[in-house]
């Protein structure tokens, strides 16, 4: 996903302030999600939701007011009530961040872990890195 930094997204030092990139990775999350159901109604429709429950951000380069930037999601994980994904923030081909986020699948009525629908799982493992040989 592309973006470009605006000016209201950096702090002081003039670089992008550390609440920012979960944004960032939050909106590519909804780009994924909508690239697998069509929109996140479509996804609510299934009978789930997902919510974080843990991130960890890697600061490896500071980006900055009009950078051009692009987020790229790669699922890491798919199990039974949860997923994470890896996100990869970069400039220029160069990574200046790295995010890992665990979200769990719930019932959007309640908001309680729940297993995904069979079709929602399938539509995620899709996208699961191939196992390697050991």
């Known amino acids: 996903m592309p973006l470009r930094v605006r000016y209201h997204e950096c702090d002081g030092q003039g670089i992008v302030f550390n609440a920012h990139y979960l944004a960032y990775v939050d909106m590519a999350s909804f780009e994924v999600e909508k690239s697998l159901f069509g929109s996140h109604d479509a996804f609510l429709a299934t009978g789930v939701d997902v919510v974080v429950a843990e991130s960890n951000l890697r600061y490896r380069a500071p980006c900055r007011y009009d950078d051009d930037l692009v987020v790229a999601a790669y699922l890491a994980h798919l199990g039974t009530t949860s997923m ?13 961040t790295e995010v890992r986020v665990r979200y769990v699948f719930v019932d ?3 908001l309680r ?7 929602v799982r399938e539509a995620y493992a ?7 040989a050991s």
């Open 113 to 119: 872990k729940t297993k995904p629908p069979a079709s």
């Open 108 to 110: 959007p009525a309640t």
């Open 126 to 132: 899709a996208h699961l890195p191939a196992p390697t």
């Open 84 to 96: 994470a994904y890896e996100f990869e923030i970069r400039r220029d081909g160069l990574i200046t």
